[in-house]
């Protein structure tokens, strides 16, 4: 019982990382039907970024840990954001008119800049994360130990996912993102700014994957150039198991990954977890194929 | 800048139909002695080598992609499948190479259909990550030894040569001719098809699928052929490279490569032959070329995919140039 408690907890963990990578990938195929390929390579330079910056704020700034890592938080956010606007101003506006498959290998594309990018500047090699920085102190919940690290993850990245959410379902910003999403001509013709719009989804996309890369850093204490690949992939399944282009889809999809993973790695085997979120895809789109929570934008065309 | 009419007009006359087969001609001409223009130096043969193994690996995603213009990311797995029923048989069995050609064609088209059968219905962006997904799970099983044979991350080694008589491919120039053979069948593969009643149903499906399947095109099983025929050429191109490496391990057959072969058809022109020549030169040649630069040839690498598609989205060498000027009247249309 207590074996099932603590890979639970692990998987919800995990889980709402993936919850929050996939939200980036979810909200841009929503407005673009586009898979942006370079999504879980922002989410990579979040957390090497966040290493670094982690790394400086201790020993440079000497600040407290606390405040060291909020102000990592706020920074990541900021600076993949700008990266993920530039991007989507170089590599994807100019063929957004072009069709699909241009705009798929431009986002490839960019997913080998960015991935090679890290490798140079990091270096190839497998790196330490400060994960210290926030207590090693873990709770006793009757038998399950909580980490300050896991719970601050659990939290952080609900209060995000809630706060999207509510940003999309009851502001008027929001109505505008869903109605590019359905139809990006008429919106524009009821006097919806289209660019503006998708400029604000390729902002909390990768903001919230940089936050995503953080939480990584901390829960695992090491990173490597290609996670973005192997993360990126896992949390495109997540989107497409809740529906892609469906937000709450994505955050179901995101729990329900992590745990049946941390399950399937518990008491299956180690060597097999990478293939079972693979697994898990190809059943569910078998019995649905528009995902858990379907998929209403596409079934129109 | 031209009209769109002259640009047509200009382009019949440059390469109607003669001028066509005239630069086919000469295109195969330089081919075949391309050996002797780079004084049969083996680095270059094996550039060679290297380009007509991926121009096939192209040709096979092409039957798929410019076929019913399905999109298929994890064409690796059937090219690993290829490569592993020639490798295993070859060295358990002792099967001949030439014998293992048709046998790894076969082994790569039922795995074709398997995959591709329970799938087929599913919408363009499902279909590419479930391809994804199973070609990752092809390569996971062959590096943890599923069934104990594949040799995990070490792959196969001991793969033995071709044998036509008593003449053994060995030398680079050997293999330089051979793959040479494998794409010129694999291109008279796709002539015959895209020519047929099977080539129309394709393009009908590609271009609007809705229409094709309302006037009684079986569209799920044209489109579960394309897979099949592209994994058998996959599985051609498997048994080509594990002859000629004669060692193979699943790191080969990665989402790497499947992006690189995705890459090759779209940045030539899906469909188009000289397209995928073109597109191969650029994709594996150039970077071989430029191996000096190490560590930034990648990055300049990506960076000058994102560019070509911004500069020519259409492809280097289109199949038909036409179509670009009639594209935006339709929305959509490609592969939904």
């Given at each position: 019982m207590?074996?099932i ?15 929050l990578?996939?939200l ?24 090497f ?20 890592l ?8 900021f600076?993949?954001?700008v ?20 705009a ?12 090679n990018g ?5 270096g190839a ?19 399950i ?36 999403a ?68 994505a ?6 990954l992590?745990?049946?993973?941390s399950?399937?790695a518990?008491?299956i ?13 190809i ?19 | 800048m031209?009209t ?28 075949i ?8 130096n ?48 070859n060295?358990?069995?002792g099967?001949p ?47 943890n030894?599923m ?43 796709w ?11 394709w ?16 569209t799920a099983a044209y ?7 592209g ?8 048994n ?7 060692v193979i ?17 779209i ?10 020549f ?14 000096g ?6 990055l ?16 280097l060498?289109?199949?038909d ?11 959509g249309?490609?592969?939904?």
């Amino acid at each position: 019982m207590i074996m099932i408690g603590q890979q639970l907890l692990n998987g919800l963990t995990i889980g709402s990382i993936y919850a929050l990578i996939a939200l980036g990938y979810t909200m841009v195929y929503g407005v673009l039907k586009l898979i942006n390929f370079a999504h879980g390579d922002l989410f990579a330079v979040g957390a090497f970024l966040g290493s670094s910056v982690i790394l400086f704020g201790l020993s440079q700034a000497g600040l407290p840990s606390l405040i060291v890592l909020v102000l990592t938080l706020l920074l990541i956010a900021f600076f993949v954001a700008v990266l993920g606007v530039m991007i989507e101003r170089i590599a994807y506006r100019p063929v957004r008119s072009a069709g699909r498959l241009p705009a798929l290998v431009s986002a490839l594309g960019v997913s080998i800049v960015l991935q090679n990018g890290i490798m140079l500047i990091w270096g190839a090699r497998p790196r330490a994360f400060p994960s210290h920085i926030l207590p090693e102190y873990k709770w006793n919940v009757f038998g399950i130990l909580i980490s300050w690290t896991q719970l601050g993850i659990l939290l952080l990245s609900f209060l995000l996912m809630i706060s999207l959410y509510v940003f999309v379902q009851k502001t008027r910003t929001g109505a505008a993102l869903r109605a590019i999403a359905v139809d990006q001509q008429t919106a524009q013709l009821m006097g919806i700014h289209v660019n503006k719009l998708i400029r604000l989804v390729f902002i909390i996309g990768p903001a919230l994957g940089g936050i995503a890369g953080v939480m990584v850093g901390l829960y695992y204490g090491q990173i490597i150039f290609t996670m973005g690949w192997s993360y990126g992939l896992k949390a495109f399944t997540v989107a497409i198991l809740g529906g892609i282009g469906n937000i709450p889809g994505a955050m179901v999809g995101g729990l329900l990954l992590g745990v049946i993973e941390s399950l399937a790695a518990g008491y299956i085997s180690g060597n097999w977890k990478e293939v079972i979120s693979f697994i898990v895809l190809i059943l569910i789109l078998l019995v649905r194929p528009t995902g858990l929570l379907g998929e209403r934008v596409a079934e129109k065309i | 800048m031209m009209t769109p009419k002259a640009d047509q007009t200009a382009r019949d006359a440059l390469f109607g139909k003669l001028g066509h087969n005239v630069l086919t001609i000469l295109f195969f001409l330089v081919a075949i002695i391309y050996p002797w223009l780079v004084g049969l130096n083996p680095y270059y043969l094996e550039i060679g080598f290297n380009f007509w193994l991926w121009s096939l690996l192209a040709l096979s995603l092409n039957v798929v992609l410019g076929g019913p213009g399905l999109y298929n990311l994890g064409q690796a797995a059937f090219f690993a499948v290829g490569a592993y029923t020639t490798a295993l048989m070859n060295t358990l069995l002792g099967w001949p190479i030439f014998l293992l050609l048709p046998v790894s064609m076969l082994t790569a088209a039922i795995f074709g259909y398997i995959i591709a059968r329970p799938i087929i219905h599913l919408r363009g962006d499902y279909l590419l990550i479930v391809t994804v997904g199973f070609a990752e799970i092809v390569r996971l099983a062959l590096r943890n030894n599923m069934f104990g044979i594949t040799g995990g991350a070490n792959g196969i080694l001991g793969i033995a040569r071709p044998q036509l008589g008593p003449w053994t491919f060995t030398s680079n120039l050997d293999f330089y001719f051979l793959s040479l053979l494998y794409v010129l069948l694999a291109m008279w593969v796709w002539r015959q098809l895209e020519h047929s009643r099977v080539g129309r149903a394709w393009a009908y499906i590609r271009e609007d699928e809705l229409a094709a399947e309302s006037v009684g095109v079986n569209t799920a099983a044209y489109k579960t052929l394309a897979f099949v025929v592209g994994a058998s050429l996959a599985g051609a191109a498997g048994n080509l490279y594990a002859t000629k490496m004669t060692v193979i391990a699943p790191e080969s057959f990665s989402f790497w490569d499947s992006v690189v072969m995705f890459a090759i058809v779209i940045l030539g022109g899906r469909g188009s032959i000289p397209g995928i020549f073109l597109g191969t030169f650029a994709m594996v040649v150039l970077p071989q070329l430029f191996r000096g630069l190490e560590s930034y040839r990648m990055l300049v690498f990506g960076a000058a995919m994102v560019a070509m598609m911004i500069i020519r989205p259409q492809g280097l060498w289109p199949k038909d140039m036409r179509f670009r000027w009639r594209r935006p009247l339709t929305e959509g249309g490609e592969g939904r």
